[in-house]
């Protein structure tokens, strides 16, 4: 009997050929399209585009590119995601970090090698100030001053990197508060960094560039009066940085012009005292000078021809003071950006807060003004992710 099925070498053993289905050859199209691949890139948030690194060497190319890190942050404008405290447990080092959500519901430990990114010089290091993404460090002790073999840094911490600063030429030593980092990404893919010495009178202005590596004076006045403490809490905003002292006298030094420029004094009253100065600094594109004022205090507001913020009249005020003699004060001020003047912006119940977040005062990670025991929470630094380089 023949049997009727095929023999062995009558089966054909290769499969039919499947066509390829249009999205592969979408997918295909795009990974293979560089100019396409980047554009996508450029729109994806920067922590995950260091992960996509890993996805193949022309990815790591185009990711690795000085141009891309500048375009990446003209799609994606810098916010602050969360302040790092520094706390400081007295006569301890180093320093200890942690992240505190804007929200406020979280405050996270920062891994201990957090700063251990210089493999050569792996002792304590310290984050001296915050500008846009980046950080200016030193390393080795707290209290101390810039000397000729120190190491001084700027460091991203979202992509790692860090870069070597020389030190200022000036022969005197200058204390790292007198050192300014400057970076506006959206500007300029390169930060500087100011040295500011005063001395006998003299004042001095040192510009580093990143991208020329060295430094050069900027500016020598003789007999410029200003405050030694005014050089303690510079402040960067609107292209210049800011030097103010409790006194509320001020001046800047135009970055882009390399001039100085005065500055109208804030409305403080005529019993204002030093010890009432609070904060210095800037927060979301706004400059703000705080102190704390007594019930019996006066803002000045109509007195010194200042702007109320319409947020509260300057009726509102006045009642606010009068049912509350004795009491506690918190006066925002904030510069207008033509530098024509200062407002007043917010006119808080000190005692009234403390009584609504009582937590404020029992909770020394809550404010990072707060001294409680041996735990000193001394300064909040904005966190912001940007792939700039160094």
């Not at 375009?71 to 810098?78: A, E, I, R, S, V």
């Not at 251990?116 to 310290?126: A, E, M, V």
Request: with cysteine; net charge neutral.
């Amino acid at each position: 009997m023949t049997s009727s099925f095929p023999s062995c070498s009558q089966v054909s053993l290769n499969k039919p050929k499947q066509k390829k289905s249009s999205s592969s050859s979408s997918v295909d199209a795009v990974i293979g399209n560089n100019d396409l691949v980047t554009q996508i890139l450029l729109r994806v948030p920067a922590k995950s585009v260091l992960k996509f690194k890993l996805v193949s060497k022309k990815w790591l190319s185009i990711i690795s590119h000085p141009s891309f890190a500048f375009h990446h942050t003209q799609l994606n404008p810098h916010t602050t995601s969360a302040l790092l405290l520094r706390v400081l447990f007295f006569f301890k080092e180093p320093f200890i970090y942690r992240f505190l959500s804007l929200d406020g519901k979280s405050v996270v430990n920062v891994p201990s090698n957090f700063l251990c990114f210089d493999p050569d010089n792996p002792s304590s290091t310290y984050i001296s100030q915050s500008c846009n993404g980046l950080h200016l460090c030193y390393r080795s002790g707290i209290f101390c001053y810039i000397e000729r073999n120190r190491s001084t840094y700027v460091f991203n911490p979202t992509t790692r990197q860090f870069a070597v600063i020389p030190s200022p030429p000036p022969g005197n030593e200058i204390s790292l508060s007198q050192i300014q980092l400057v970076f506006d990404p959206l500007k300029s893919p390169y930060y500087k960094i100011l040295c500011v010495s005063h001395l006998e009178s003299t004042l001095e202005i040192y510009v580093y560039s990143s991208e020329t590596k060295i430094w050069k004076l900027s500016v020598r006045h003789e007999d410029y009066d200003i405050s030694p403490a005014g050089l303690s809490n510079g402040v960067f905003w609107n292209g210049a940085v800011h030097w103010i002292d409790p006194a509320g006298n001020e001046f800047c030094f135009l970055v882009d012009e390399e001039c100085l420029r005065a500055m109208p004094r804030p409305p403080l009253p005529a019993s204002w005292e030093l010890n009432s100065f609070r904060y210095f600094g800037e927060s979301d594109g706004q400059l703000y000078f705080i102190g704390l004022l007594t019930g019996e205090q006066n803002p000045d507001v109509m007195n010194m021809g200042v702007n109320v913020s319409p947020d509260m009249s300057a009726g509102q005020m006045a009642r606010s003071r009068s049912s509350n003699i004795g009491s506690q004060f918190i006066v925002v001020y904030a510069m207008d950006k033509g530098y024509s003047n200062w407002f007043v912006k917010y006119y808080l119940d000190a005692n009234a807060i403390a009584v609504a977040y009582a937590e404020m005062m029992e909770d020394p990670t809550v404010s990072p003004c707060l001294v409680n025991g041996s735990i000193n929470i001394c300064s909040a630094l904005q966190y912001t992710e940007t792939l700039a380089w160094v």
